[in-house]
């Protein structure tokens, strides 16, 4: 972690690559191939060799070390600055808690920088290592947004499964505990729509550079990764939308299955309240209550209240309520 390095890779040309050390590093030159430079921007050893020792613009330094970023591309004169973001794989993480990357690339060198490890800069590292990555810088970006897309898809495809899980969990009988499942999963796909889609238009920019900087087998790379991101921002929609309708038809269920319960409270209430009034009425108290010295007191006035019972019932299925 000298300096803030985390890597130095000085790439052959062939799909090869070397580690090489500080002293190398510092005595580069563009002649002897591509020097890809991979850095820890919290480490204060960075911004100080960024700003004084690496050459770049200050907005581009900038660009490189700034906290918040969403995915773009700009172009400075012969070269290009690049954000991209790819999905946090260790286990245990949210999908929506993406990882950024910060690339600046002319023709002859490459700049990242990032706080957390990049499964796909990962398996770029080990394709070097086994004499199978790119062969050039701009290779390297096509390469590197391959394999941040396929990255993707594992991510979309578990979120279409644990979609497919929730339908099936609140179509039966347990539909209530789905509920917030299917409100996380809503709020993942907005995650992952929210910085997909950035992304998407970083590579149509690229793709319309027509300054020759991409090769064409770079561009079909580039190509084929734009088209598997678009198709999986639509599943993401889809995904959105099976999650909302399922949201919609549980809490549908939820408010007709509470409304018939409060229905049949409703109507035990209007049954009860006029005997509860009568009881209440002959329970006073006081002198003079009808029956109070009867002996059968209590017979006549319980065949009374069944009686009115009775008749409320009647009146109530006569009307359609019950």
């Not at 993480?93 to 910060?102: G, K, S």
């Not at 898809?153 to 899980?165: C, L, M, T, W, Y």
């Not at 939308?241 to 319960?261: F, K, M, N, P």
Request: aromatic share 6%; net charge negative; glycine share 8%.
């Amino acid at each position: 972690m000298q300096h803030g390095l985390v890597h130095a890779l000085l790439l052959d040309g062939q799909g090869g690559a070397r580690q090489v050390d500080w002293p190398e590093v510092e005595a580069w030159r563009a002649d002897q191939g591509v020097l890809w430079l991979h850095f820890d921007y919290t480490m204060p050893q960075t911004r100080e060799w960024l700003l004084l020792h690496s050459g770049l613009p200050e907005a581009a330094v900038e660009a490189l070390l700034t906290l918040e970023t969403r995915p773009r591309v700009t172009t400075l004169a012969d070269a290009h600055l690049i954000n991209l973001r790819g999905v946090n794989l260790t286990p245990g993480a949210q999908p929506e808690d993406m990882i950024a990357i910060r690339l600046w690339l002319d023709s002859s060198r490459i700049i990242s920088t990032q706080r957390r490890s990049l499964k796909a800069v990962s398996d770029l590292l080990e394709a070097l290592q086994n004499g199978m990555g790119p062969e050039s810088a701009q290779a390297l970006l096509a390469e590197l947004l391959d394999r941040l897309t396929w990255h993707f898809e594992d991510v979309i495809a578990s979120v279409e499964e644990r979609v497919s899980q929730l339908e099936e969990v609140s179509a039966s009988s347990q539909g209530s505990a789905a509920l917030g499942g299917i409100a996380e999963l809503r709020r993942q796909a907005i995650s992952l729509r929210r910085y997909l889609s950035p992304q998407r238009e970083a590579m149509a920019r690229l793709l319309a550079d027509t300054g020759g900087w991409l090769s064409e087998s770079d561009r079909l790379v580039i190509r084929e990764a734009a088209d598997r991101l678009q198709r999986l921002l639509e599943d993401i929609d889809l995904a959105r939308e099976h999650a909302t309708i399922a949201q919609e038809d549980l809490q549908s269920r939820l408010s007709d299955r509470l409304g018939r319960r409060m229905y049949v409270l409703a109507v035990i209430t209007c049954l009860f309240l006029p005997l509860t009034f009568i009881t209440g009425l002959f329970g006073v108290n006081l002198g003079g209550i009808p029956g109070a010295q009867d002996d059968f007191g209590f017979t006549a006035f319980f065949l009374l209240t069944l009686g009115f019972g009775l008749v409320l019932t009647l009146l109530l299925r006569w009307r359609h309520w019950l």
